[in-house]
T-cell receptor
Framework: AQSVTQLGSHVSVSEGALVLLRCNYS??????LFWYVQYPNQGLQLLLK??????LVKGINGFEAEFKKSETSFHLTKPSAHMSDAAEYFC??????????????FGTGTRLLVSP | GAGVSQSPSNKVTEKGKDVELRCDPI?????LYWYRQSLGQGLEFLIY????????KSGLPSDRFSAERTGGSVSTLTIQRTQQEDSAVYLC??????????????FGPGTRLTVT
């Protein structure tokens, strides 16, 4: 079964600093990968997705992620953190070989804290 | 346009009572998903609907959980004889189709269920 591992349940950065949230997947075949963000008391919002078209994926709010097959990683980055980026971030994987529905398997989440 | 809506937003119930959680997907979306978000288990898939049928119920944790979808639209998740371990946020998502990564899953704000 597909799975993703998010390293670090909490990440703290200062406003303006680089944001790096880590995600590693377990699959022998490159899967489809996603990053979602969840603001307090809200549902999940898709930040970006990797579907093999390009290894560097740009998403909303200035976030991007790079798919690295050799490292089985899909880390999320943003050059300069804003206070509004404080939220919980989830990495998710969908089985690429699955011709059926898109079942998402989520990581445990990383809470991003941004200090002034 | 309107997003995915869920009701109620919060539900407190006594152990042993039955509860019904409702999801209204985005109009025209044929696929509908239920997930559960809890402290101990993170985000986990419960069930998927394509139209009114549920080809995958593998995530339902016990036979106390059931779900239905009518008219290819509204879905209801029912938990019978609730237990304290059922306390969680229940998230609903919908997508245009149920397969392929190009059909983003749009999430509702969730229903927070507390079993006392």
């Amino acid at each position: 079964a597909q799975s993703v591992t998010q390293l670090g349940s909490h990440v703290s950065v200062s406003e303006g600093a680089l944001v790096l949230l880590r995600c590693n997947y377990s699959s022998s075949v490159p899967p489809y990968l996603f990053w979602y963000v969840q603001y307090p008391n809200q549902g999940l919002q898709l930040l970006l997705k990797y579907t093999s078209a390009a290894t560097l994926v740009k998403g909303i709010n200035g976030f991007e992620a790079e798919f690295k097959k050799s490292e089985t990683s899909f880390h999320l980055t943003k050059p300069s953190a804003h206070m509004s980026d404080a939220a919980e971030y989830f990495c998710a994987v969908s089985d690429r070989e699955n011709t059926g529905f898109q079942k998402l398997v989520f990581g445990t989440g990383t809470r991003l804290l941004v200090s002034p | 346009g309107a997003g995915v809506s869920q009701s109620p937003s919060n539900k407190v119930t006594e152990k042993g009572k039955d509860v019904e959680l409702r999801c209204d997907p985005i109009s025209g979306h044929t696929a509908l998903y239920w997930y559960r978000q809890s402290l101990g288990q993170g985000l986990e898939f419960l069930i998927y609907f394509q139209g009114n049928s549920a080809p995958d119920k593998s995530g339902l944790p016990s036979d106390r959980f059931s779900a239905e979808r009518t008219g290819g639209s509204v879905s209801t998740l029912t938990i019978q004889r609730t237990q304290q371990e059922d306390s969680a946020v229940y998230l609903c998502a919908s997508s245009l189709l149920g397969y392929g990564p190009y059909y983003e899953q749009y999430f509702g704000p969730g229903t927070r269920l507390t079993v006392t």
